[in-house]
Nanobody, 123 residues
Framework: QLQFVESGGGLVQPGGSLRLSCAASGFTLDYYAIGWFRQAPGKEREAVSCISSSDRNTYYTDSVKGRFTALRDNAKNTVALQMNSLKPEDTAIYYC????????????????WGQGTQVTVSS
């Protein structure tokens, strides 16, 4: 069975940190580019970062540069998004996705999606 299972969301105070993880089963993440997206209430889905499958470069949207780090562990078939210095405007449902290629921080031709996890940044 093909699954891409997310974990790690929650409530955190401004300035705090969270680490989101996605574990794949039934397919190998090493072959895919990995994207992270988020959707805040009343807003469209936004691309946050993308790790290229070819050169392994990682790209970020401007609003998270220097604060978020996207990681992949091919041995464990997992990916993660380390989020530091969180701000209230980072509040959203976060999704991981595996696809074919990155164009800057945007993943294209997605094949698998995580179920989403809520991140709330509030005091």
């Amino acid at each position: 069975q093909l699954q891409f299972v997310e974990s790690g969301g929650g409530l955190v105070q401004p300035g705090g940190s969270l680490r989101l993880s996605c574990a794949a089963s039934g397919f190998t993440l090493d072959y895919y580019a990995i994207g992270w997206f988020r959707q805040a209430p009343g807003k469209e889905r936004e691309a946050v970062s993308c790790i290229s499958s070819s050169d392994r470069n990682t790209y970020y949207t401007d609003s998270v540069k220097g604060r978020f780090t996207a990681l992949r562990d091919n041995a464990k078939n997992t990916v993660a998004l380390q989020m530091n210095s969180l701000k209230p405007e980072d509040t959203a449902i976060y999704y991981c996705a595996a696809g074919i290629y990155c164009s800057d921080h945007v993943l294209y031709e997605s094949a698998y999606w995580g179920q989403g996890t809520q991140v709330t940044v509030s005091s």
